[in-house]
T-cell receptor, first 116, second 113 residues
Framework: QKEVEQNSGPLSVPEGAIASLNCTYSDRVSQSFFWYRQYSGKSPELIMSIYSNGDKEDGRFTAQLNKASQYVSLLIRDSQPSDSATYLCAVRTGVDRGSTLGRLYFGRGTQLTVWP | DVKVTQSSRYLVKRTGEKVFLECVQDMDHENMFWYRQDPGLGLRLIYFSYDVKMKEKGDIPEGYSVSREKKERFSLILESASTNQTSMYLC????????????FGPGTRLTVL
């Protein structure tokens, strides 16, 4: 069973601070890594994807990947109250060939609250 | 914009009823997925389909079946609904060769009484 673990939270940070969300995964052959944001009562939406070791930045969001340590993180700089949501880490392992479709494995999510 | 729609936002059924949840996507995606989401348990994959008439079991297929007769439509069937199937059900679709983006529908909150 492939496992994806996230820091359990909930995480609470003041407005303007850096929020750090962490995720570890068990399958060493994992290839693609994603962060989804889910607002209360809504469905998940993709905010970041990362495929190679290192950092990937998109606005206030930075995803970091370390395949040797099987670790992926999401940093949110200058956190805003509108960032308050549950963040889901997801990992894709396989390749797209019929029934070996690379399905996603999700962590249970970390609830983030940014207070003004 | 990619659009994934689900037939109902809220559904209330009685124990033993047969329940159909419908999902339609308008982007010609090959892959479609059904998840359920419960507090503390996260997203769990029920079934997925990599093409028309193809289906694969996910992690929790017991008590469910699926149908994919047309590329755009993926149906989840609860043959005999039970109270432990009360949950939020989320459909998603993805195209092969895309940047791995799964697009989610708005979800159906099913209550089984």
């Amino acid at each position: 069973q492939k496992e994806v673990e996230q820091n359990s939270g909930p995480l609470s940070v003041p407005e303007g601070a850096i929020a750090s969300l962490n995720c570890t995964y068990s399958d060493r052959v994992s290839q693609s890594f994603f962060w989804y944001r889910q607002y209360s009562g809504k469905s998940p939406e993709l905010i970041m994807s990362i495929y190679s070791n290192g950092d990937k930045e998109d606005g206030r969001f930075t995803a970091q990947l370390n395949k040797a340590s099987q670790y992926v993180s999401l940093l949110i700089r200058d956190s805003q109250p509108s960032d308050s949501a549950t963040y889901l880490c997801a990992v894709r392992t396989g390749v797209d060939r019929g029934s070996t479709l690379g399905r996603l494995y999700f962590g249970r999510g970390t609830q983030l609250t940014v207070w003004p | 914009d990619v659009k994934v729609t689900q037939s109902s936002r809220y559904l209330v059924k009685r124990t033993g009823e047969k329940v159909f949840l419908e999902c339609v996507q308008d982007m010609d995606h090959e892959n479609m997925f059904w998840y359920r989401q419960d507090p503390g348990l996260g997203l769990r994959l029920i079934y997925f389909s990599y093409d028309v008439k193809m289906k694969e079991k996910g992690d929790i297929p017991e008590g469910y079946s699926v149908s994919r007769e047309k590329k755009e439509r993926f149906s989840l069937i609860l043959e005999s609904a039970s109270t432990n199937q009360t949950s939020m059900y989320l459909c998603a679709s993805r195209t092969v060769g895309d940047t791995d983006t799964q697009y989610f529908g708005p979800g159906t909150r099913l209550t089984v009484l």
